[in-house]
């Protein structure tokens, strides 16, 4: 059973779809269950300005990608990148046992902030 979060976001997903002029698009993907979810983001001075995301699996991955995209707009890559384990692990609420890739995939998008902050991700040409 999924809880209420997932549910509400699964089934009103916040910023689904896809940005033309995205600065970085990050890919994620989950080669046990299959799910794939596309992250298209528009930054500025350093803020996510815009937020996008495609996702293909499982009720909880597009939750996932809705939680997510919504957490980071309007936030500075610092300010992402400092965002405590703790509440990384409260996003989602509570998740059954297989559930649990679904927490695994939003500690690989909150990776791809520190890679982003390093400046080794590539921006889209």
């Known amino acids: 059973m999924y809880n209420p979060i997932i549910v509400d976001h699964f089934s009103n997903p916040r910023n689904a779809g896809e940005i033309k002029d995205k600065d970085y698009q990050i890919k994620i993907g989950n080669p046990v269950c299959g799910d794939t979810i596309f992250l298209d983001l528009k930054l500025e ?12 699996g499982c009720a909880g991955s597009v939750a996932t990608a809705s939680i997510f995209s919504e957490y980071i707009l309007g936030k500075s890559i610092s300010q ?18 297989p559930q649990m890739h679904c927490l695994h995939i939003l500690k690989q998008l909150f990776e791809y902030f520190h890679q982003l902050e390093g400046n080794s991700y590539e921006q889209v040409k």
């Open 80 to 97: 992402i990148v400092q965002t405590p384990e703790s509440y990384k692990e409260k996003m989602l609420g509570e998740l059954e046992p």
């Open 45 to 56: 001075q350093n803020h996510v300005i815009d937020a996008k995301f495609r996702a293909y």
